[in-house]
């Protein structure tokens, strides 16, 4: 379970159902298949429409994974439907599938690198209230990373990504760069 606040209000509550079978066979390769169900819903306090977004999301994905002594590429496919809960808000609805190709490189048992190629493409189930045609996105990702550990509970992340959503309606396409780091701290 998740809840989001925006100024000390409720925002968004979500619930995840997940389950994940992994086969781990010879030579290193390995493949999972996981299946996610999730209920989104969105608070009505500031926005009586706020629930026109509210969706009960089924996500499939299945990975597939050779792991060598220090390098553990992987290729993973995925598809989602976001089934929205009320007619109205029926443009919010989309069903998306996608691929992404991922790399992990142990450089010192300390240090490890990591690379993550990804293309999704969005189908919305209705048109746009607005712009009076129905909306397709598809979104290029790329990220690159290092995880440096520190000692045994402390772990330095730095990660770069860049993202390009092109749309068939302007004012959804956008790029995005983000540069984060974190420090992981285990008790």
């Known amino acids: 379970m998740q809840l989001v606040e925006l100024d000390k209000e409720k925002f968004q509550s979500s619930a995840t159902l997940l389950n994940s079978v992994q086969h781990i066979g010879n030579n290193g390769w390995s493949q999972s298949l996981t299946g996610a169900y999730?209920?989104?819903r969105y608070a009505t306090g500031q926005n009586a429409n706020?629930?026109?977004?509210?969706?009960?999301?089924?996500?499939?994905?299945?990975?597939?994974?050779?792991?060598?002594n220090r390098n553990q590429p992987s290729a993973s496919v995925f598809y989602g439907d976001d089934n929205i809960q009320n007619s109205i808000?029926?443009?919010?609805?989309?069903?998306?599938a996608g691929i992404a190709l991922a790399d992990q490189y142990l450089l010192h048992p300390r240090h490890m690198l990591y690379a993550r190629l990804s293309l999704q493409a969005n189908d919305?189930?209705?048109v746009d209230?607005?712009?009076?045609?129905?909306?397709?996105?598809e979104t290029f990702s790329s990220s690159v990373g290092w995880i440096w550990q520190l000692n045994s509970n402390l772990t330095l992340t730095t990660d770069f990504t860049y993202s390009d959503?092109?749309?068939?309606?302007?004012?959804?396409?956008?790029?995005r760069n983000r540069l984060q780091t974190g420090l992981r701290i285990q008790f």
């Open 38 to 40: 999730t209920l989104v």
């Open 50 to 68: 706020a629930n026109l977004r509210d969706i009960n999301q089924i996500l499939l994905s299945g990975v597939l994974t050779k792991s060598t």
């Open 89 to 96: 808000g029926r443009n919010n609805e989309t069903q998306f």
């Open 124 to 126: 919305h189930a209705a």
């Open 129 to 137: 209230p607005i712009f009076n045609i129905k909306r397709d996105n």
């Open 165 to 175: 959503n092109e749309s068939n309606i302007d004012l959804y396409s956008w790029d």
